[in-house]
């Protein structure tokens, strides 16, 4: 089993859509948690932390789940520049050095 | 401007032919690692490095070299490269003073015939 999964799609939805999508982790000891957005052949770049009790910036909205060991990102009002690969990330214990996993990311396509 | 370069930035090479990427941060960063990207598969760590002089294995250090002989440059060593190391690239940095961004570079599309 993987350590972090997520479906890799492609979710393909009209724009002004909501779409929302998953992540698990393997490790209950995991305790950071991200979302990166990577666009066709760049640089993943960092979308947003995942706290505990959730948090929103603008139309994304990221949830986490320990008991169920899930991260989610819920995009509203889909935008066209919103195409892309959402990679979701994980960290281990409370070290600066411990170690960041990444899943194989889930390809969203926005349709006009 | 805060930036993580990698070169080159497409490298096309043979079977055996040595060959180095460079990658270099102008953020102080302690922290660079090196990935590779492979579909299905993801981004997997190569090597890592806390700082000048310490590097450590990630989950596919196979085929590769590093070295971290100053804070700014965290070069990639392929000593004999082989096919199935034709993939895509990514160094990355961070500090470790509570930062947990992670910047990447531009990444290196690399293919070995």
């Known amino acids: 089993r993987k350590e972090v999964e997520q479906d890799p799609g492609p979710f393909n939805v009209p724009e002004g859509a909501t779409v929302a999508f998953n992540c698990t982790y393997s490790n209950s000891a995991s305790q950071s948690f991200f979302w990166y957005r990577q666009d066709c052949r760049k640089e993943p770049k960092l979308l947003m932390s995942v706290y505990s009790s959730g948090n929103e910036d603008g139309r994304f909205t990221a949830q986490l789940n320990r008991a169920s060991q899930y991260i989610s990102l819920l995009i509203r009002d889909s935008k066209l520049s919103d195409s892309a690969t959402y990679l979701c990330v994980v960290k281990g214990l409370y070290s600066s050095a411990s170690k960041i996993i990444f899943g194989s990311g889930t390809r969203l396509s926005i349709r006009p | 401007e805060a930036q993580v370069t990698q070169n080159p930035r497409y490298l096309i090479t043979v079977t055996g032919k040595k060959l180095t990427v460079t990658c270099s941060q102008n953020m102080n960063h302690e922290y660079m690692s090196w990935y590779r990207q492979d579909p299905g598969l993801g981004l997997r760590q190569i090597y890592y490095?806390?700082?000048?002089?310490?590097?450590d294995k990630g989950d596919v250090p196979e085929g590769y070299k590093v070295s971290r002989k100053e804070k700014r440059n965290f070069p990639l060593i392929l000593e004999s490269p082989s096919p199935n190391q034709t993939s895509l690239y990514f160094c990355?940095?961070?500090?470790?003073?509570?930062?947990?961004?992670?910047?990447f570079g531009p990444g290196t599309r690399l293919l070995v015939l």
């Open positions: 990355a940095s961070r500090g470790l003073a509570g930062s947990e961004t992670q910047y």
């Open positions: 490095s806390m700082n000048v002089e310490v590097t």
